[in-house]
Every structure is written in C-alpha cells, then in structure tokens.
C-alpha cells in the first residue's frame, strides 16, 4: 500500500528541543538542583552538568572495561597465535603438494632408468637374442616413448622446486661420465630439459659403454631430488602430516632402490656377467629396499596389509627368486647367456615392473592419505579461527552489554527530569502513532482532509476496482503450522505492499480471504486508473510465477484476478479508527468477474477493456460472456499482456 508521511522541519525540530531544555532546566530549579555536589571517591561532581554526567559515564566504565581489555588482549593473542598456526599447516598442505607433484616425475625418470638399462643391453647383446621377443614384449613401450613420456610428466610439474646449492654440490657426478653438467640441471626446469637430453642423445647414439654411466646420471637426479623432499619433509616436523611424508619418502627411496637394483638385475640376466664392484651395489641396493620398506611400515602401519597382497603376487615371487639367482651366481664366470637366460630377463623385466607398478600404487593411496590428512589440519587451523572470532564477538557483545548497563545507571542523576522528559516523549510517540495509524488505513489526501475536518463521502464518475485471491488456498494452509502459516502470510502480503507501492492505486481493507484494490480515488487521475490497474495485475501476474511459498517450495502460487471501471462512492467510516471503504455496483461486479475468472489469468469487463483501448499499449483477448446475478450478462476479456505495437505504453 502506498502511503506517504510528511517529515517534520527542521524548525520544529528546533522548537521541540528548545521547549525540552527549557522544561527540564525549570525542572531543575524547582528543586534546586543547580548546586548539587556528589562526592565519589576523591572526585565531587555535579550530576546535574554535562560534564559531571560524563565524568559520572567514565568513572563507571572505567572498573568494568579493565577484565574486558584483558580479555580482549589474551583472545588477541591467542587469535595471532591460530593464525600463524593456520598459515604453517597452508604453508605445510602447499609442500606436500609440491612434493606430490615431484613424486610423479620421479617415478617416471624411475621407469625411464629400467627402460634405458634394457635398451642399451639388449642392444649390446643383439647377436645373442631373438630381437622379436623384445618388440612384442608387453611391458615395453619403446625408448623413444618413454623419453616422451616423461617430458610430459616434467611439462605436469607446476612449479620446478627450489632446490638448495649445496645439494647439488654435495652430489657431484664423476668427471666425463655423460658430458651433461649436473651443478647446471636444477636452476630450472629448462635446463633440466636441456641437461637430461644431452645424456639421451649418448643413449640414442650408443654411446654408453658402462653400467656405472646409466647410473650416475639418474642416480644422481632422484638423490638430489629426494634430498630436496626430505629438507622439505623436516619444515614439516610440527604437523601431523610428518610420519605419513617420512613413510611416504622411504617407500620413494625404496622403489628407487629396486630401480637401481633392476639395473644390475637386467645387466646380468642379459649379458650373463657383472663386476664385483657392480655385485656389492647390487648387495648394497637391495639391503636398503627392505630398510626402506620396513621403515613405511613402522611409520604408517596400514600399509602392512598392502605390501602383504604384493608379497602374495606372482610377479614379486618371480622377483624374488631372480634376485637369489642373481646373488648366488653373479660372481660366477663360468655362467653364460642361454636362450632360457633370455627368456628370464625378459619375464624378470615385465616382473619388476609389476612389482614396481604396484609399490607406485601404494604410493599414490599414501599420497592421498596425506592430503587428506593435511586438509584436516587445515580445517582444524580454520575452527580454531572461527573460534576465536566467536571469542572475539561475544567480548565486544558483552561490552556492549556493560556499556548500556553503565548508561541506565545514569538514572539516578536524572532522577527529577524523568518525569518530565518521559511525558514528552510519550505525548511525541502517541502522535507519531496516530500519524503513522492514519496513514496505514487512509489514503494520504483522505488523511490531510480528517486533519482539517473535511471528512466527507465524494463521488467519483469512472474508477477501476481490482480484486485477486489464492487459488486453494486452503490446500497451501491446511496441513501446516502456525508458524509457517504467519510466515508465509507476512511474506505474500508484503510481496503485495512493494508491488502496489509502484502504481498509482490504494489497499483497501477488506474482511474476507481476497484483496482489492482500486485506481481513480481518492485522487483523481483521469483514465489512467484503468492503465495502473492493468499493469499492476501484470507485475503481481509475474510476481507470483517466482514466488516461494516458505513451506512449500515445490508448490506454485496461483492468483486469480479481475477488475471492473464504473463509478463509486468513498467514504471514511469509524472514528476511533477510520476507514476508506468503496461503495457501488462496481465493486460487487469486479468481484464477481474475479470468482469466474482463472488461475493465473486476468479477467476484465467491456467496460475496462474499452478503457484500455482508448489509453492504449495492452493486449486483450475476448473471453466471452458472463452472467452475473448483480448485472445480468456482459462481455469479458483476458487481458493478455502489454501491447509492444501501440502507442504510449505504460511504463
């Protein structure tokens, strides 16, 4: 409903506070309150001045607001000390990301390792082999796939870790083993690349003579790599992430291991001899798998379970009886290739690549385990903070708190005035009630003719009078409770208000389960009345299409509505409450249009539709005729929507 309420002024506004001063400085000199003198503590003070009432206001805060400050400096602390907290396990959740990303780029410079060292022994080796048998081999994807393979898995890796000087100087690669640099390798991922392909261009040319130089590249990359990861594991010491990425670390070593041990492994099964000085790096490597093992274990107990059902598998029972093999007659020179040496190699290839495969998986479960892990840390680091704020709140709440009680303690110094002021005050409210009372019951022009007396009924020659209700509203409201039924009435009703509050039209108050509205009266606009009225219905027509009923989402809002032009009567009934009632035929016509009309329709008479031809800019579709008991048949139409083709459209 629109209602408008004229401000004050300024200069009555002025005038009020001047009469309010004056009344309570009378006040206080009545009761000679001028030279009253309070002694609190050391300190005498006037209550009746401002400034003692405010020495009064800082005395009272004074005691309280100690313990709170305290309060508030403790929580402050301790919020500096979660927020610190919360940005250590970010950091922490970063590095096992980081480390994550590496982890994978490491396996595949792993795989790139075995698939090298069987590459260049093969080849050494040619002679003696049925070459097919290594082209149709499952498990072997070609060296030049591989190459790319992992230059794909090092374009993946974000950001190329930071990798301290010193680690690459303390891992320094034997003079000429491959002519790459490595002190050059790790300042970026680019000269990695650049790096790493002279080595593969020695590979691909042959050019690599010695078990030691397949080596010495690649174990001095997952060193330095690894290395890197355990500086980054020990910054992570205060988290409960530590045990998981030292587990995660030595399961990596591990696997590393079997990858320098398959090396050796691959060495002998395909030339039938190594050195003794490759024997004891064989020996060495594959003692520091199980210690490896073993120690992922102990730190993350879980994988027992997992390395039990890889234990049980063929492949790593294979591998296992290869490695006896291998330490058993590694030294033996009299040994030589035989085709069912071949065959082994082969099927020990395919064998400790499954196996490693399978301690990969493992690995990845880990990893998961330890982002998990990492973002319940996070989540913690976070409730924590939330915590805090809540600390925080509920101080400044109860400062508040304090700070009003302080306030309403000023009572006793104002004793005299009380009175006075509260009189006023009261007389101010009332009035602003019976202004605001006015205005929520009557049209603004109606209320400014009660103010001066001029009440009166007045007939107006052509208004248009709208009614709407909710189709089944008794099916939307039966099964629900008080609560939601309050709810969903506030909300449909206030949707009305805002929407009316755009047009030129009045809320009349009406005692049954429908609205009406009507356009034209109390303040004379012409013909247009019967254009607000139109595109009101419009605008709640498509109002109700996105309403929500609160405790029916599900559940579309249905209006029926209809509205009708013709003369009518307003008069102000009551005179405790006035009200702006609406007297004619036309109401009871309107109304009865509405109750034959249908959901989410609108239904008008002949006489409004020939209105809205003479305004212009709406459509209308015939609807037919109606008999109604009041007026006996007319014609209706729907009225359909704005007409974009006529003229002076209604905004």
């Given amino acids: 409903m629109a209602t408008t309420?004229?401000?004050?002024?300024?200069?009555?506004?002025?005038?009020?506070?001047?009469?309010?001063?004056?009344?309570?400085?009378?006040?206080?000199?009545?009761?000679?309150?001028?030279?009253?003198?309070?002694?609190?503590?050391?300190?005498k003070i006037n209550p009746t001045t401002p400034s003692g009432q405010k020495f009064f206001i800082l005395h009272m805060?004074?005691?309280?607001?100690?313990?709170?400050?305290?309060?508030?400096?403790?929580?402050?602390?301790?919020?500096?000390?979660?927020?610190?907290?919360?940005?250590?396990?970010?950091?922490?959740?970063?590095?096992?990301?980081?480390?994550?990303?590496?982890a994978v780029f490491i396996q595949n410079i792993q795989e790139e390792r075995a698939e090298v060292a069987?590459?260049?022994?093969?080849?050494?080796?040619?002679?003696?082999?049925?070459?097919?048998?290594?082209?149709?081999?499952?498990?072997?994807?070609?060296?030049?796939?591989?190459?790319?393979?992992?230059?794909?898995?090092?374009?993946?890796?974000?950001?190329?870790?930071?990798?301290?000087?010193?680690?690459?100087?303390?891992?320094?690669?034997?003079?000429?083993?491959?002519?790459?640099?490595?002190?050059?390798?790790?300042?970026?991922?680019?000269?990695?690349?650049?790096?790493?392909?002279?080595?593969r261009v020695k590979v691909r040319e042959g050019r690599i003579g010695e078990i030691t130089e397949i080596l010495a590249w690649y174990e001095y990359i997952n060193d330095v790599i690894l290395d890197h990861l355990d500086d980054e594991i020990k910054s992570t010491d205060?988290?409960?992430?530590?045990?998981?990425?030292?587990?995660?670390?030595?399961?990596?070593?591990?696997?590393?291991?079997?990858?320098?041990?398959?090396?050796y492994g691959i060495r002998y099964l395909t030339t039938g001899n190594v050195t003794t000085q490759n024997y004891i790096k064989y020996v060495e490597h594959d003692t520091l798998i199980w210690e490896y093992l073993n120690s992922s274990i102990h730190l993350a107990p879980y994988l027992e379970k997992k390395f039990r059902r890889i234990y049980s598998g063929e492949a790593y029972k294979f591998y296992r009886q290869s490695d006896k093999v291998i330490l058993n007659n590694a030294l033996d020179l009299e040994k030589s290739v035989s085709d069912m040496s071949l065959k082994s190699s082969l099927k020990y290839f395919d064998s400790i690549t499954l196996y490693m495969t399978q301690l990969r998986e493992a690995l990845g479960e880990l990893r998961d385990d330890i982002l998990a892990v990492a973002q319940e840390e996070l989540n913690e680091a976070e409730a924590g903070k939330t915590v805090g704020i809540a600390i925080l709140s509920f101080i400044s709440v109860v400062t508040l708190i304090f700070y009003f009680f302080v306030k309403n303690a000023l009572a006793v110094i104002r004793v005299f005035a009380r009175e006075v002021i509260e009189k006023v005050g009261e007389l101010e409210q009332e009035k602003r009630k019976t202004e605001k009372a006015f205005h929520d019951f009557l049209p603004s022009s109606v209320v400014r003719d009660i103010k001066k007396k001029k009440v009166s009924a007045e007939e107006f020659s052509c208004v248009t009078v709208f009614f709407g209700d909710i189709v089944d509203f008794n099916d939307l409201t039966t099964d629900c409770t008080p609560s939601e039924l309050i709810e969903f009435m506030n909300l449909f009703y206030s949707n009305l208000d805002a929407?009316?509050?755009?047009?030129?039209?009045?809320?009349?108050?009406?005692?049954?389960?429908?609205?009406?509205?009507?356009?034209?009266?109390?303040?004379?606009?012409?013909?247009?009345?019967?254009?607000?009225?139109?595109?009101?219905?419009?605008?709640?027509?498509?109002?109700?299409?996105?309403?929500?009923?609160?405790?029916?989402?599900?559940?579309?809002?249905?209006?029926?509505?209809?509205?009708?032009?013709?003369?009518a009567l307003g008069v102000v009934a009551g005179t405790k409450i006035p009200n702006f009632c609406v007297m004619s035929d036309t109401v009871t016509?309107?109304?009865?249009?509405?109750?034959?009309?249908?959901?989410?329709?609108?239904?008008?008479?002949?006489?409004?539709?020939?209105?809205?031809?003479?305004?212009?800019?709406?459509?209308?579709?015939?609807?037919?005729?109606?008999?109604?008991?009041?007026?006996?048949?007319?014609?209706?139409?729907?009225?359909?929507?704005?007409?974009?083709?006529?003229?002076?459209?209604?905004?």
């Fill in 499 to 567: 929407r009316f509050a755009k047009f030129q039209v009045y809320n009349v108050l009406t005692m049954a389960d429908d609205f009406m509205v009507v356009s034209g009266m109390p303040q004379n606009i012409g013909d247009r009345h019967v254009a607000e009225i139109a595109s009101m219905a419009l605008d709640l027509l498509a109002g109700s299409v996105v309403f929500q009923i609160p405790h029916k989402p599900n559940t579309k809002l249905i209006l029926r509505m209809g509205f009708h032009s013709g003369p």
């Fill in 5 to 43: 309420k004229e401000k004050p002024s300024g200069g009555k506004r002025n005038s009020h506070q001047s009469e309010l001063e004056t009344a309570i400085s009378d006040v206080r000199s009545s009761h000679g309150m001028e030279d009253t003198i309070w002694r609190v503590g050391c300190y």
């Fill in 589 to 651: 016509i309107a109304k009865e249009i509405e109750k034959q009309g249908e959901g989410m329709r609108i239904l008008i008479s002949q006489a409004s539709k020939l209105l809205l031809d003479k305004v212009g800019g709406f459509r209308c579709d015939p609807r037919g005729t109606l008999d109604l008991a009041t007026k006996g048949q007319i014609e209706t139409f729907w009225l359909v929507g704005p007409d974009n083709t006529g003229v002076d459209q209604h905004n």
């Fill in 61 to 102: 805060l004074v005691l309280p607001l100690i313990p709170i400050t305290a309060l508030v400096i403790q929580n402050g602390v301790t919020m500096n000390t979660l927020m610190g907290y919360s940005s250590r396990v970010s950091t922490i959740r970063k590095q096992v990301r980081g480390a994550m990303e590496i």
């Fill in 238 to 263: 205060r988290s409960g992430v530590w045990r998981y990425l030292i587990s995660f670390k030595n399961l990596l070593r591990a696997i590393e291991n079997i990858g320098i041990v398959s090396v």
């Fill in 118 to 199: 069987l590459f260049i022994f093969t080849n050494q080796s040619e002679a003696n082999f049925n070459m097919s048998e290594f082209q149709t081999n499952k498990n072997r994807i070609g060296i030049q796939e591989r190459f790319s393979k992992t230059d794909r898995a090092l374009e993946e890796v974000p950001t190329w870790p930071n990798i301290d000087k010193s680690l690459t100087i303390q891992k320094k690669l034997p003079v000429g083993t491959i002519g790459a640099d490595g002190s050059e390798a790790f300042k970026s991922k680019l000269k990695f690349q650049i790096q790493h392909e002279v080595f």
